[in-house]
C-alpha cells in the first residue's frame, strides 16, 4: 500500500516535518517519490520509520542512529558493530529503567506516607507504625533511604533556628 507523508506520519504517530527531517539527516536513504516530487511510503517504509521510532525513543542520538543506518546499508560485514551500538543503548536503558524505578519506589512510599498519616491523624502516627504493618516494598524504600524520614524539612528548620537563636544569645551577650 502507498501513504503520503501526511498518511505516513499520521500511521507512525509523528509529524510530517519529522519525516522530512529524518529524510534531511539520511535516515530514510531509499525514499521514494511521484513523478511530480511528493513523497510516498509504503509499508516497508512504515516499518523502517517505526524501526527509527524506537531508536530514537530509546533516548539515541540522530547522529548514532544515522552511524547504524549507513552500518546497515553495508550489509552483513556490519552486524558486530551495529550488534555494538544497540547494546551500549541498552545498557543506557537499563540505567534509566532503574533510576526511573527508583523514582517510582519513592513516589510510591510518598503515596503510602500521606495516606497512611491522613488516616492516622498524624505524620508521627505513619512514623511509629510497627514494621509489621508497613508493606514490604514500601520497607524496602524507606531501608534503602536509610531509615524512616518523613520530617526532613521540619527538622532541619528546627535545627536551623535553634543555632540562630544561639546566635542571637551569644551577640546579645557580647553587647
Known amino acids: 500500500m502507498e501513504y503520503s507523508i501526511s498518511e505516513a506520519a499520521k500511521l507512525l504517530g509523528i509529524s510530517s516535518s ?21 513523497r510516498v511510503f509504503d509499508d516497508l517504509d512504515i516499518n523502517w520509520c517505526q524501526l527509527l521510532g524506537y531508536l530514537k525513543q530509546s533516548g539515541m ?13 553495508l550489509g552483513d560485514e556490519t552486524m558486530e558493530p551495529r550488534r555494538k551500538i544497540v547494546y551500549e543503548q541498552r545498557e ?18 510518598k503515596c ?35 531509615g524512616f524520614q518523613p520530617f526532613y524539612l521540619k527538622e ?7 543555632e540562630t537563636e544561639k546566635k542571637e ?3 546579645t551577650q557580647e553587647q
Request: aromatic share 12%; no cysteine.
Open 18 to 38: 519529522t519525516l522530512r527531517y529524518y529524510e534531511s539527516k539520511g535516515l530514510l536513504p531509499f525514499q521514494l517519490r511521484k513523478g511530480s516530487g511528493f
Open 61 to 73: 542520538s540522530i547522529e548514532t542512529i544515522k552511524e547504524y543506518v549507513d552500518l546497515y546499508l
Open 92 to 109: 543506557k536503558l537499563i540505567k534509566q529503567i532503574s533510576a526511573l524505578q527508583d523514582a517510582m519506589d519513592m513516589i510510591e512510599f
Open 112 to 146: 503510602w506516607l500521606y495516606d497512611t498519616a491522613i488516616a492516622g491523624g498524624s505524620m508521627q502516627y505513619a512514623r511509629e507504625l510497627p514494621r509489621d504493618r508497613i508493606p514490604p516494598k514500601i520497607l524496602k524504600t524507606i531501608d534503602r533511604m536509610g
Open 169 to 171: 544569645a551569644l551577640e
Open 156 to 162: 532541619r528548620y528546627l535545627k536551623a533556628l535553634k
